[in-house]
C-alpha cells in the first residue's frame, strides 16, 4: 500500500530534541516517536477502560459492554433493557441511543437519558445512575 505524504503532520520539535533521538535511534526521529505514541496510547486506553476491540456500546465517555442491562422505573415498574452485541434491545425492539430508549419505556415523552437510566452492567453488583457513571 503506498504511503501518502497527505496523511502526515509536522510537529516542531527543538532541534536539540532531535539531535538527542538520533543519537539513540537508528531507525530515524519519525519510527521512534510513533512507538513512543503508540505505547502510550495503548497504556493510556487501558487506564481509561477504553475498550479498543470489545463487543458493546460507546455512550458518551461510557462503555456498555455486551450483556448491560439498563433500567428506568415508570409508574411504579422497572422495565429493562439489554446491551446484545452492539444494540440496544427492549421490548424486542432495537434502539439506536439511550435517549431514544428512555424515552419509548417512559411513554413516548422526552427524558433526560443520564438521570433517568441505571446501568448494571455484567462486572457490577448492583444498579448505578447513569448520571454518576458519566464522565
Known amino acids: 500500500m503506498p504511503i501518502h505524504l497527505d496523511s502526515?503532520?509536522?510537529v516542531p520539535l527543538p532541534t536539540s530534541l532531535v539531535a538527542?533521538?538520533?543519537k539513540r535511534?537508528?531507525?530515524?526521529?519519525?519510527?521512534l516517536i510513533e512507538t513512543i505514541v503508540t505505547d502510550f496510547l495503548d497504556r493510556i486506553?487501558?487506564?481509561l477502560c477504553i475498550p479498543t476491540k470489545s463487543v458493546g456500546i460507546l455512550w458518551?465517555?461510557?462503555?456498555?459492554?455486551d450483556g448491560t442491562e439498563i433500567r428506568t422505573k415508570y409508574f411504579g415498574e422497572f422495565k429493562?433493557?439489554?446491551i446484545e452485541s452492539q444494540s440496544i434491545v427492549w421490548d424486542g425492539e432495537v434502539y439506536p441511543s439511550p435517549a431514544q430508549l428512555v424515552n419509548a419505556m417512559r411513554g413516548g415523552k422526552m427524558n433526560n437519558a443520564w438521570r433517568e437510566l441505571q446501568i448494571k452492567r455484567p462486572s457490577d453488583?448492583?444498579?448505578m445512575s447513569a448520571q454518576s457513571l458519566r464522565r
Not at 60 to 65: D, E, H, I, Q, S
Open 20 to 22: 538527542r533521538l538520533l
Open 80 to 82: 429493562i433493557a439489554k
Open 60 to 65: 458518551g465517555a461510557l462503555f456498555l459492554p
Open 45 to 47: 486506553e487501558e487506564e
Open 125 to 127: 453488583k448492583t444498579w
Open 25 to 31: 535511534s537508528p531507525d530515524g526521529v519519525s519510527a
Open 8 to 10: 502526515f503532520v509536522s
